[in-house]
């Protein structure tokens, strides 16, 4: 998009008389930035105006890019990235010099806080030699922002995690001070009636890392309107606000009140459970379930001032019950054999409508019920029995970049059970395991993934806090998993993949380690190493921990040869931009996110 001549000038650009216009019932963002530009430039341009349409589009171009706060390096990213056609939308390093040179006239004279805060971050990003002034511009810009419930979720947390983030950059510290002080006032106002900001609020400065000092009267706050919000059955309010004032207590080691809000989480659980029991079965039996894991976070050194073993009682007896009344609410998705056109619309049927991320997240990873390993081996023998041609011969698998990967032997017609039948067999479960797959990515996941994304905004402490609630996940990865979980929803299934791959070893190995397997080996002089997840898998223990399906399935996608083998790809580097994006990383990132969600 680059060009060498400008043929318009501020001159337009003030002629233009462009206002940040937003649709009705919509709050400033910056797709209403983008959208009133582009729209005023098409006016523009059917009225013959081409130099002021020209100049509309450029800064329109400049509004369409995503903030990512999280990304230091990069924070303004394209709009979209089509991989498959290698093409993107504009990113900031295809402006010009003409082109910054323009964007900073317009600077000067913008008083629309979005868009000074946008031209100011990417001039202060693009142009060169940097220029500390920009970036200045661009923090005040971003925290002119009322903190208002109506605005916040809609891009007004990510201009001041911007801020902060260009404040460390810049050592901008009275700033930073000033920003981290508005915010926490608006926990701390008595005047502050809506609860849901203070909760948003909250969460925002503990995942920032500003509220430290304040931790115990933040803490006291969210106990006080967790109380209020359950008293009157906004549950889901009050186990947020629970949940982070839990965090809160354990960051100043109080003890007793960290405990009383993990209690009070599952208690919220329970009776919104209770209510929900005796019309929707279904909701009602995963409430009770979320109650179960609640509780059982509670250390056990705690539990006696709560009654917490008899509330586990009551729930799992609830849980039994809802679940077999939950059997005729369910629903089954059959796939066509050839065109999947059906099963791609029925995948965003299941996943659409639904309320809140969470709730559409549940019915994401129920999209498939995952591979039957008894099934898979029976298709296995009968696809080695009746077509025999491709049974008859070995064969030498090779991986991507020229390795020999396996051998398969030829079948033998006279020993069904013979030790190179078997190999023919385990050959072609993975081979219809990779196949099958593919035809559940395309069918079922991605379009149900793109419905959900359209629908939601999936943030990454949800999936940070479903694996806080998770009992798979272990002590002090919740984060790190977490983060994995929730590249997925960036479509960044690469970096994904190499998180996935070493936390999904360490479940496996605490799991096992759990129920009594041994997971470490000694060699002749005594040094004692952790076994690999090859090997964790091959264990007896295995199957009965997690039950023969999703050990097929692990091992088909992270440690078999002729699987997916990622584990080994990732572990050794093997992996480069195309293949870590491939089916194998979106299968075993939704696969990961399934075995985490069905855990709560």
Request: glycine letters at 4%; charged letters at 25%.
């Amino acid at each position: 998009m680059a060009i060498s001549t400008l043929n318009f000038t501020l001159t337009d650009f003030k002629e233009a008389k462009w206002e940040h216009k937003t649709l009705e019932g919509q709050a400033p963002c910056y797709h209403s930035l983008m959208r009133s530009l582009q729209d005023l430039s098409k006016m523009k341009s059917e009225a013959g105006l081409k130099e002021q349409a020209d100049a509309l589009v450029l800064i329109a171009q400049v509004a369409s890019m995503r903030l990512s706060p999280d990304k230091m390096n990069e924070p303004l990213q394209p709009l979209f990235i089509d991989y498959q056609n290698d093409n993107r939308a504009v990113a900031p390093e295809d402006f010009s010099k003409e082109e910054l040179e323009f964007l900073e006239s317009v600077l000067s004279v913008v008083t629309d806080p979005w868009l000074k805060a946008r031209i100011a971050d990417l001039l202060w990003i693009s142009k060169k030699p940097k220029d500390p002034s920009f970036a200045r511009k661009a923090i005040d810009a971003y925290v002119s922002h009322e903190i208002d419930i109506s605005t916040w979720e809609f891009d007004v947390k990510h201009c001041y995690a911007r801020a902060l983030a260009l404040c460390r950059q810049l050592k901008e510290w009275e700033r930073f001070n000033k920003i981290k002080n508005k915010l926490l006032s608006n926990i701390n106002s008595e005047s502050n009636e809506n609860f849901r900001i203070v909760v948003f609020i909250a969460n925002f400065v503990h995942e920032q890392g500003i509220d430290k000092d304040d931790a115990e009267s933040i803490a006291i706050v969210l106990k006080a309107i967790g109380d209020s919000c359950k008293a009157s059955q906004n549950f889901s309010l009050a186990r947020d606000c629970f949940a982070i004032a839990a965090k809160k207590f354990e960051q100043i080691n109080s003890k007793t009140e960290w405990a009383g809000c993990l209690f009070e989480v599952g208690r919220c659980f329970q009776e919104e459970g209770e209510l929900r029991e005796e019309s929707q079965n279904s909701i009602a039996n995963s409430l009770y379930e979320q109650a179960l894991q609640a509780y059982r976070r509670v250390p056990k050194a705690l539990r006696s001032p709560y009654d917490v073993e008899s509330q586990l009682n009551k729930v799992q007896q609830k849980m039994e019950e809802t679940g077999l009344a939950t059997l005729d609410e369910m629903a089954l998705i059959k796939t066509p054999t050839h065109d999947i056109s059906e099963t791609v619309e029925l995948s965003r049927k299941h996943v659409s409508g639904k309320e809140k991320p969470s709730e559409a997240l549940r019915y994401f990873v129920g999209i498939f019920p995952g591979f039957k390993y008894e099934k898979m081996i029976k298709d296995a023998e009968h696809q080695m029995k009746n077509y025999l041609f491709s049974s008859l011969f070995g064969g030498t698998h090779f991986s991507n970049d020229g390795r020999v990967i396996a051998r398969v032997p030829a079948a033998s017609l006279a020993n069904d059970d013979s030790s190179n039948n078997q190999k023919v067999i385990e050959r072609n479960v993975l081979q219809n395991f990779g196949i099958e797959s593919q035809v559940i990515i395309q069918g079922n996941i991605l379009p149900s993934l793109n419905q959900i994304l359209l629908e939601h905004s999936i943030e990454r402490e949800l999936l940070v806090s479903a694996c806080y609630l998770s009992p798979i996940v272990p002590e002090n990865r919740h984060e790190l998993l977490g983060y994995a979980l929730w590249l997925g929803f960036e479509y960044e299934f690469g970096n994904a993949i190499h998180l996935l791959s070493p936390q999904i070893e360490h479940i496996v190995r605490t799991s096992l380690k759990e129920a009594g397997a041994k997971t470490r080996r000694s060699d002749e002089n005594g040094i004692t190493n952790e076994i690999g997840l090859s090997s964790l898998l091959e264990l007896t223990e295995c199957k009965s921990v997690f039950g023969e399906d999703i050990t097929f399935e692990l091992k088909a996608i992270f440690s078999e040869a002729l699987g997916f083998n990622l584990r080994n790809n990732v572990a050794h580097g093997l992996l480069d931009d195309n293949s870590a994006c491939q089916i194998s990383s979106v299968y075993a990132w939704w696969f990961t996110l399934k075995l985490v969600l069905k855990s709560i």
